[in-house]
């Protein structure tokens, strides 16, 4: 199986930019479909990006459309979120996902997660 460890959170200022990693090891990550999610104080995680097996399809979340970069090296190991233009409300814990089959939105359905990455955005 795989572990996912994310890293590069942190705490910026509205407008600026910050970019995740999520590095994987056990089993490479070629195999996998991997997602962003992300879950706010409160509130049910969501989804915010997924992208498929060789990086060909990529899906974003309306509400991070054109500011957000879903990028992965399968040499590395590892995904990565490109956040610009960053919102007091993109204000969560991020966390990767990953699974053999692509689930896309659904959450519920992915079999790995990291351990999660706290992103702060003051106004």
């Known amino acids: 199986q795989v572990q996912l460890v994310e890293s590069g959170g942190g705490l910026v200022q509205a407008g600026g930019s910050l970019r995740l990693s999520c590095a994987a090891s056990?089993?490479?990550?070629?195999?996998?479909?991997m997602g962003w999610f992300r879950q706010a104080p409160g509130k049910e995680r969501e989804f915010v990006a997924d992208?498929?097996?060789?990086?060909?399809?990529?899906d974003y979340a309306d509400s991070v459309k054109g500011r957000f970069t879903i990028s992965r090296d399968n040499a590395k190991n590892t995904v990565y979120l490109q956040m610009n233009s960053l919102k007091p409300e993109d204000t969560a814990v991020y966390y990767c996902?990953?699974?053999?089959?692509?689930?896309?939105?659904?959450?519920?359905?992915?079999?790995?997660w990291g351990q999660g990455n706290q992103v702060t955005v003051s106004s």
């Open positions: 992208i498929s097996w060789g990086g060909g399809s990529i």
């Open positions: 056990g089993r490479t990550i070629r195999s996998y479909a």
């Open positions: 996902a990953a699974d053999v089959r692509r689930f896309g939105r659904n959450h519920k359905e992915y079999g790995y």
